[in-house]
């Protein structure tokens, strides 16, 4: 397949550290002087622009987290005047204010460039036409893949989110052949399909970019035979962009991060020290090339490892494992420490088990108390009514041998776990203090 920019996916190893420091001497300085924030943190660790001499010296300058960027809402971190900014995004907080993200025509331009990068790293070429399922709003997926789709010269069908069952017709009328959504929301689309008679396999549809929320190994391959498609992950975050950051190529061996626009870190969560080479941990990001909305070492709170290794798609640029995890999505329940992924992971192996389920926690007489709510299959539904004591308790003892908790498990209907058309809701935590 051919990369969409060899001369920056494919650049030496060295170039690209070179390329990388003058971008990050050139972002710090531009921040230090346009950022009042940052002129702050930077002055109370003592750090100057000129004090950035190698690519480590990243490491002296200060993180910015979520709460910084809620603090200066709306447009406190600008780095230029709103009359040059072009755009704006806002990521979806859970709670209180959104975090609003800005860019200038520059950035804009730098965008569509890298999402286009990661469209044709998945394999769309000019003869596709891809019909968006993400939102064109607040939310950076819809606008952000759309421009790099038509910058790769693909027929974009700008759809949008929901409405599922257009969403259908329209790819057997126009003859889709790429899909644009969460993973969560393709399932769902198979699942509307299967309940009206729509057989994905006479469809021209070939290929799925999917992001913005975790996909696992399983949702994968379920995808994929389901639709009838291959199943492509890219990732990326409004605060430093929205998607264009990472994405994964034909050897679907990893995400390959945009290095020359993004310079990565991976720490300790708990500390914020680096990792050795290869370790997992927090994925840090400082964007190299952003004018209206640059930020320093950003904590993304996703778990990933990265990779340097070469890729035989012969793109240089490092790769990032597919993110499973967030450090605050991580439950502790009477102690013990939970991620939804693991209960992902073992509800996804057992026959019969749907693609969709909600964790409910909750406090009861002081006591942490979980439940994990599943769908069955259809066809197994009334089987398993028969055996249901034996089948929960099959799916509660997977679940203990692997996170060593005795947790409910309620099988419910077919259909009544609700579905978004954006990223799915895994956990609903009743608790008062959520942890
Ligand atoms: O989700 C940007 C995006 C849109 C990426 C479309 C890819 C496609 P936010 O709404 O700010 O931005 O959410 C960012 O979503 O920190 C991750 O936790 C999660 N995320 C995004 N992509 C992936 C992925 C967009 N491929 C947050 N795998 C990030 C796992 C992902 N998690």
Not at 339 to 355: C, M, N, Y
Not at 366 to 395: C, N, P, Y
Request: proline share 5%; hydrophobic share 40%; aromatic share 8%.
């Amino acid at each position: 397949m051919p990369i969409w920019n060899a001369e920056y996916e494919s650049m030496t190893r060295p170039k690209l550290k070179e390329l990388q420091l003058r971008r990050l001497q050139a972002t710090v300085g531009w921040i230090y002087e346009r950022v009042p924030f940052y002129t702050r943190a930077m002055d109370e660790r003592g750090i100057r622009p000129k004090d950035i001499k190698v690519l480590e010296d990243v490491g002296r300058l200060p993180f910015t987290d979520k709460t910084a960027l809620r603090d200066t809402y709306p447009f406190g971190l600008f780095a230029v005047p709103l009359d040059d900014v072009v755009r704006v995004h806002s990521s979806s907080g859970t709670t209180g204010k959104p975090i609003v993200v800005g860019y200038t025509r520059g950035d804009i331009a730098t965008w569509t460039e890298l999402t286009a990068r990661v469209a044709s790293a998945a394999g769309v070429v000019r003869t596709d036409l891809a019909q968006m399922a993400f939102g064109y709003g607040m939310f950076t997926g819809g606008f952000g893949m759309h421009y790099g789709l038509e910058r790769v010269g693909a027929t974009v069908i700008p759809a949008s989110a929901g409405n599922t069952e257009r969403h259908i017709m329209m790819m057997q009328d126009f003859g889709t052949t790429v899909l644009v959504s969460t993973p969560s929301y393709a399932l769902y689309m198979a699942e509307v399909a299967e309940s009206t008679g729509v057989d994905f396999s006479t469809l021209p549809l070939r290929l799925g970019l999917f992001g913005a929320e975790p996909c696992s190994e399983a949702a994968r391959k379920e995808i994929e035979k389901k639709l009838h498609i291959v199943a492509t992950d890219n990732y990326g975050l409004s605060e430093v962009m929205g998607p264009g950051v990472a994405g994964e190529c034909e050897c679907a061996c990893g995400l390959h991060i945009a290095e020359d626009h993004f310079l990565w870190e991976i720490v300790d969560p708990a500390t914020g020290e680096p990792l050795p080479d290869g370790e997992e941990g927090e994925l840090v990001i400082t964007p190299l090339t952003k004018e209206a909305f640059p930020v320093l070492r950003y904590r993304t709170h996703d778990i990933t490892r990265m990779t340097t290794e070469t890729c035989e798609c012969g793109r240089t640029m490092a790769r990032m494992a597919k993110v499973r995890q967030r450090t605050d999505d991580m439950l502790i329940i009477r102690g013990v420490n939970i991620f939804p992924s693991q209960i992902e992971d073992v509800l996804f192996k057992i026959e019969g088990i749907r693609p969709h389920y909600l964790i409910v926690v909750d406090r009861k007489h002081g006591l942490d108390d979980m439940e994990v709510r599943i769908e069955v299959a259809e066809e197994v539904f009334s089987d398993i009514m028969a055996d249901m004591v034996a089948f929960t308790k099959h799916v509660s003892d997977r679940l203990h041998s692997v996170i060593g908790l005795h947790v409910k498990v309620t099988l419910v209907e077919p259909g009544s776990i609700e579905r978004t058309a954006g990223k799915a809701k895994r956990v609903l935590d009743q608790r008062e203090d959520g942890c």
